[in-house]
């Protein structure tokens, strides 16, 4: 049921929004040099590497790294505009659609990230897709704590249900789930 959910509302979404995608297409062109797209490799379900979309919100002689890695300075003024709404993640859409994400997961990692991914595969994570959001960006932890936040990850796999996956994206779309920028908001409690 999770597959099919995400497969009608993946494609229901690209379809509704691709007007809105356009224009940020357009939009990152003009403000910033380069391709409005970024694409990265992530690591997926089974550890396996796939393609990442996503709207580029930095500059283009950003160093290829996690973006807790990466000061406010390297985003584009567009960019921070796109990841406070969310619209960079529009492009992950397609990703669901081909299969490689899923709507909810855990958020997918650089094949660079060891700990991390060392700390999923102990906890059987990667049997997961990776999604656009999750358990932990609505609970504001991001990949800077990579123990927790696979901690996080695995109460995701021993939980999960469809209602649990509605919950999280309403909660996304109210504006839980701030990523990275959370760390520069608020530390969040300790066990959350």
């Not at 492009?91 to 094949?111: A, D, K, Y």
């Not at 656009?132 to 990579?146: C, E, H, K, N």
């Amino acid at each position: 049921m999770k597959r099919a959910f995400d497969l009608l509302a993946s494609a229901a979404g690209f379809v509704v929004l691709l007007p809105v995608l356009a224009v940020c297409l357009v939009l990152i062109r003009l403000d910033s040099p380069g391709n409005p797209l970024f694409v990265q490799t992530r690591v997926g379900r089974g550890e396996k590497p796939f393609r990442c979309y996503k709207l580029r919100t930095m500059k283009i002689d950003t160093p290829n790294v996690a973006s807790h890695h990466v000061g406010t300075a390297a985003i584009t003024g567009l960019g921070h505009f796109l990841r406070r709404t969310k619209l960079d993640e529009l492009p992950q859409l397609w990703n669901v659609i081909t299969g490689e994400m899923s709507l909810v997961g855990p958020r997918p990692c650089l094949p660079s990230q060891k700990e991390l991914i060392e700390a999923r595969r102990r906890r059987g994570v990667y049997r997961l897709r990776p999604g656009i959001t999750g358990l932990a960006q609505i609970r504001d932890i991001d990949m800077s704590v990579p123990e927790r936040l696979a901690v996080v990850d695995a109460e995701y796999l021993e939980t999960r249900s469809f209602l649990g996956d509605l919950a999280i994206i309403l909660a996304t779309a109210r504006g839980g789930g701030q990523g990275d920028a959370a760390r520069g908001r608020r530390k969040p409690p300790e066990g959350r």
